[in-house]
């Protein structure tokens, strides 16, 4: 079918969009490359429509376009595509449009050159060698303009023919492969899509079912960002699926997304006010009284469909405070072995069950929890791991938030004076990272978890890269006691960077002895009550808790973000949280990260990794990243591929001086 055809179908109904589909994500470069393929005639791939009765499609089709009468082809494969060019020539979004429109807008063709190039005025401004595509196609060009810019007539006739290549690519065949049958359901047709689109994102089970709710509620997608929108400004990042599945278990009690399928909209709606009220509540007494107080140490969220579900039976409030710790003292062991990090739904299937019913109880929830485990008693080996990526690095910053840890220069508990503040505790090396490597001990044992502990900023700036022997004295002298506060031994030989393996040893052995006491002390009821403060969702979230800050590799990082801001591109996360776009299992934790691209909508995710082992770098590359390992690698691409499209030209070396951003160690 000819591309002129296709997007006439789309303006008659005859062509749309299905509801479970993702929206529009192209950026910038892949629209220009797109046209480079065409205008060179090179093969941009063929379609994939599913054919089916209008009625049917109503249901199924996104936007509020109005259908043709009979049957309707749903694009399955080459919305990208199409979207694109349906943009480029008619110059606005089609009626399924859902994505950002400066993808596709403003793109100029330079017929000198033979370059595509989106709209810059310093470069483009009264040049006529540059014509806009969108203009081109609707109303072609005129000789006269052309023939004034030489008077070579070859080159003119050359001209000529470049621009009449534009305007054919209207006239360009696309093959179109048809699903067909009555017969076909959308679960079939979803499966068909995923097999087509295998190198691109897969719809999840959850796009399904929502799907299947927005065609009887269209605004149920955005009712449900909206609320993950104000729990990220809280410094919480959820997904929309992972809320779909509270959901699910407090309307239905199951695990799975099929169990909405028979629920009525009335149902649904007042079954995610409820589960918002529900996580509301969780996030406030998750972070007053364990500490956990933003996404980086939430740790096991598929933990909270269960206890959504648990407090919504109850009317929305816990029976008794002992009840309350008891759930508290399951969520945490849920965080620390994993439990819902492989078999999501049949785990939960199972500990919903375990809280139905007339014998359903926490007892009971716990003991499946224990079955599976053995025994839930921690031990010293469980703080073996390494890198902020480890499931015990959670239980540090908790034990240090709620087991009266008192910061070293000022001698104030930490979780009493810096409850619900984000940006309030750093991690600090005991044993500077520098000075291990210097010592030749290697990366896992110089981001030990044991190595790891919480101060304020002011004194993390304070102790710096000092030696421990040096600063363990001075502040047991200050203020006795301050260091052992944080399961350190203040034996004068663990001190030693000789000695630093048996350090470890020790801490590992106190730091199992502080959480086994307080895990047993939350599941007896024993924690004392603490003072009420703000409600943890009242704040806004404006840092990134958790940053080291007295070694080179976090302020090199840094200068790289500041240097980043003076070319007036977006701050990247720093210590970002890669998570499973399934599960939402922590993958990895990037150093600098840029997840929605340095143009954002426009570019790829980016990463700078910085001594970050081979395992990291492939996690980033799977999940969409790209990666440099060193800064100067960065700024090269910075400046070649973001700045130089910004500002029209390539950019071979910097214009003046760069601050001296790279690591040495």
């Known amino acids: 079918m000819k591309l002129s055809t296709l997007l006439d179908q789309i303006d008659m109904g005859g062509i749309a969009l299905p509801e479970f589909q993702r929206g529009y994500v192209w950026n910038r470069e892949q629209v220009r490359r797109l046209m480079v393929s065409l205008y060179q005639g090179h093969p941009v791939g063929s379609l994939l429509v599913w054919e089916t009765q209008t009625e049917q499609a109503i249901d199924q089709s996104r936007g509020n376009g109005k259908l043709s009468a009979g049957t309707v082809k749903l694009l399955l494969d080459g919305q990208q595509r199409i979207t694109s060019l349906y943009g480029l020539i008619r110059g606005k979004a089609p009626a399924f449009f859902d994505g950002n429109r400066d993808a596709f807008t403003g793109l100029y063709f330079n017929f000198a050159e033979e370059t595509f190039s989106f709209y810059m005025p310093t470069r483009m401004k009264d040049n006529p060698l540059w014509i806009s595509v969108t203009k081109l196609m609707q109303t072609g060009f005129s000789y006269g303009a052309i023939a004034a810019t030489t008077d070579d007539q070859t080159l003119i006739d050359t001209y000529c023919h470049r621009l009449n290549s534009i305007t054919n690519i209207k006239e360009r065949d696309f093959h179109i492969e048809t699903v067909t049958g009555v017969d076909k359901t959308v679960d079939e047709v979803v499966e068909i899509f995923n097999k087509v689109n295998s190198g691109g994102t897969k719809l999840s089970k959850g796009d399904l079912a929502l799907a299947r709710i927005c065609a009887a509620w269209p605004e149920a ?231 790891f502990t919480f101060l304020t900023k002011a004194t993390n700036l304070k102790v710096s890269n000092h030696d421990p022997a040096e600063y363990f004295a001075h502040y047991e002298n200050k203020h006795p006691g301050t260091i052992s506060s944080h399961w350190i031994s203040t034996e004068p030989e663990l001190a030693k960077y000789e000695n630093y393996a048996d350090f470890l040893t020790a801490r590992r052995n106190l730091l199992a002895q502080a959480a086994n006491t307080f895990l047993d002390s939350l599941y007896a009821g024993a924690v004392p009550e603490q003072t009420p403060g703000p409600a943890i969702l009242d704040r806004i979230a404006s840092s990134t808790p958790g940053i080291v800050t007295d070694d080179e590799e976090y302020k090199c990082l840094s200068r790289c973000n500041q240097w980043i801001l003076q070319h007036n591109l977006p701050s990247g996360e720093l210590a970002y949280a890669l998570a499973d776009s399934e599960t939402d299992e922590l993958l990895a934790t990037l150093d600098l990260a840029w997840p929605d691209g340095l143009q954002q909508g426009y570019s790829q995710p980016v990463t700078l990794l910085l001594n970050e082992d081979k395992e990291i770098e492939a996690i980033a590359n799977r999940s969409g990243f790209r990666f440099f390992t060193n800064v100067e690698q960065f700024q090269t691409y910075v400046r070649r591929e973001i700045l130089a499209s910004e500002a029209g030209e390539e950019i071979t070396s910097p214009d003046r001086a760069e601050p001296e951003l790279m690591l040495s160690r």
Not at 265 to 293: H, M, P, Y
Not at 316 to 325: A, K, L, S, T, V
Not at 395 to 419: F, G, M, N, P
């Open 221 to 451: 997608r955005d009712q449900l960002k909206s609320r993950i929108e104000r729990w990220e400004k809280a410094g919480f990042r959820f997904k929309l699926d992972w809320f779909l599945r509270c959901i699910t278990a407090v309307i239905t009690n199951e695990s799975s997304f099929s169990g909405l399928k028979d629920v009525s909209i009335e149902r649904f709606q007042k079954g995610l006010i409820a589960t918002e009220k529900a996580i509301d509540t969780l996030l406030n007494v998750i972070s007053a009284r364990l500490g956990l107080d933003h996404a980086r140490v939430l740790g096991s969220v598929y933990a909270f469909p269960l206890m959504a579900r648990y407090l919504d039976q109850r009317g929305g409030h816990f029976p008794n405070h002992q009840e309350r710790d008891q759930l508290l003292y399951w969520y945490i062991h849920t965080m620390l072995w994993g439990r819902y990090s492989g078999s999501t739904e049949s785990v939960l299937r199972k500990d919903l069950k375990a809280i139905e019913g007339r014998d359903g109880s926490l007892t009971k929830l716990i003991e499946l929890l224990r079955q599976d485990r053995g025994d839930l008693h921690i031990r010293a080996g469980d703080f073996g791991g390494s890198n902020l990526n480890n499931r015990f690095y959670p239980l540090l910053y908790l034990l240090t938030r709620v087991c009266k840890a008192r910061d070293w220069e000022d001698d104030i508990e930490l979780s009493q004076h810096l409850l619900g503040s984000l940006s309030s505790l750093e991690i600090h090396h005991i044993f500077p990272k520098s000075k291990l490597y210097a010592a030749d001990y290697q990366r896992a044992e110089v981001n030990a978890i044991a190595n």
